[in-house]
């Protein structure tokens, strides 16, 4: 049986306890976004979400996995990659970009091909390297597509811009 005192002081641990736990909450966003072509050809949203001839039922994620001290940080990409009706090489890449529009970084998903069918879906679980807020203002994330150089291009309207946190 704990005397008063002690049981006191217990509330008060459970309550700095509670305080600690939710106080993170916001130092640790996470984006949600859906990419989608015109004519549903290039997607990423949420795995398992997506339906032949419409846009993902659910939104992908970054991640942005903050620093504790919230100075970096290391974007994280979790989702489907969907390809309707085409026989395309695609991928998910993220595109580190400083406040004038230069490339910092990149890292992308490993490619998936369409297979002409209604729906094709890859799964995407990547993350990237770990950078400072100083060095990155935003990302683009987006679906790239093979292109006939042997190279990656960004897919009109499956792009998208994230600034970071
Ligand atoms: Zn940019």
Same mark, same amino acid.
């Given at each position: 049986m704990l005397k008063k005192s002690n049981l006191a002081a217990a509330i008060a641990a459970a309550a700095l306890a509670t305080a600690a736990?939710? $106080? !993170?909450? $916001?130092? /640790?966003?996470? #984006?949600? @976004?859906? /990419? #989608? =072509?015109?004519?549903? *050809? &290039?997607? &990423?949203? *949420?795995s398992g979400s997506c339906v032949a001839g419409a @846009? !993902?039922?659910a939104p992908a994620e970054l991640d942005w996995n903050e620093s504790a001290n919230g100075n970096s940080v290391r974007p994280e990409i979790d989702g489907d990659l969907c390809l309707q009706s085409t026989n395309a090489e695609a991928r998910v890449a993220v595109v580190y970009h400083d406040t004038l529009g230069q490339t910092v970084t990149k890292f =992308? $998903? $490993?490619p998936g091909t369409g297979n002409g069918g209604p729906l094709s879906a890859f799964l995407v679980a990547d993350i990237g390297s770990r950078v400072s807020k100083a060095s990155t203002n935003h990302v683009h994330l987006q679906v790239e597509k093979r292109n006939a150089a042997g190279g990656w291009t960004a897919v009109s309207g499956a792009e998208r811009v994230l600034y970071v946190p």
């Open positions: 736990l939710a $106080s !993170p909450a $916001s130092a /640790l966003p996470i #984006d949600q @976004v859906t /990419l #989608d =072509s015109p004519g549903h *050809e &290039f997607q &990423f949203g *949420e @846009v !993902p039922g =992308s $998903s $490993s």
